[in-house]
């Protein structure tokens, strides 16, 4: 199940870049984004993968979470079947430069469509912890969005794809 979120507890996205860039780690820097893409090399922040009207899921993994090997399959289904018409998935990988190649192995594996950043692992863990104020758990970790870009649920841990799409059909009916 899903945590549900306040919507006045979720931090600005302003200051979750400011933290990042000041504190986190020293990968990160004014003139950098936060992540690189897998697919393209090109260097992005999550917000660039946002489409108006659609949900985003966000599925947090690493090459070697059994649990992820388990689930991607499922998300990329779920992809193929929104990314057209309310929603998308979006990987990001906490593999970080050591794990690179493993992490594009696992994408070449598992056939991945759905675009995949990857970045340091404590610029991940930030970046959940800031986005979510919770604590960073573990892989795999999903964040989903709203079409206007609010965080609306978070979760540590497996989650089954019925549970997301039925979480997005019945929020979809409260945003109209």
């Known amino acids: ?50 489409q108006p009207g659609k949900w985003m899921i966000v599925m947090i993994w690493a090459h070697d ?12 289904r779920l992809h193929r079947r929104h990314v057209g018409d309310d929603a998308l998935v979006l990987g990001i990988t906490l593999d970080g430069e050591q794990g690179k190649q493993q992490a594009l192995d696992f994408m070449r594996r598992h056939e991945l469509e759905f675009d995949n950043l990857i970045g340091e692992p404590e610029v991940v863990a930030g970046y959940y912890q800031l986005t979510t104020g919770s604590r960073w758990v573990g892989t795999p970790s999903f964040l989903i969005f709203a079409p206007d870009g609010e965080l609306m649920a978070k979760q540590a841990g497996a989650v089954e794809v019925e549970i997301v799409e039925n979480f997005i059909a019945a929020n979809t009916q409260v945003e109209q």
Not at 3 to 13: D, E, F, K, Q, T
Not at 22 to 40: G, M, Y
């Open 1 to 50: 199940m899903f945590s549900y979120l306040n919507r006045a507890r979720v931090v600005p996205r302003t200051t979750i870049a400011a933290f990042l860039l000041c504190c986190v780690a020293p990968a990160v820097s004014a003139e950098s984004p936060l992540f690189q893409n897998l697919k393209s090399d090109a260097f992005d922040t999550i917000d660039d993968y946002r």
């Open 65 to 76: 979470c059994q649990v992820c090997e388990r689930e991607v399959g499922d998300y990329q």
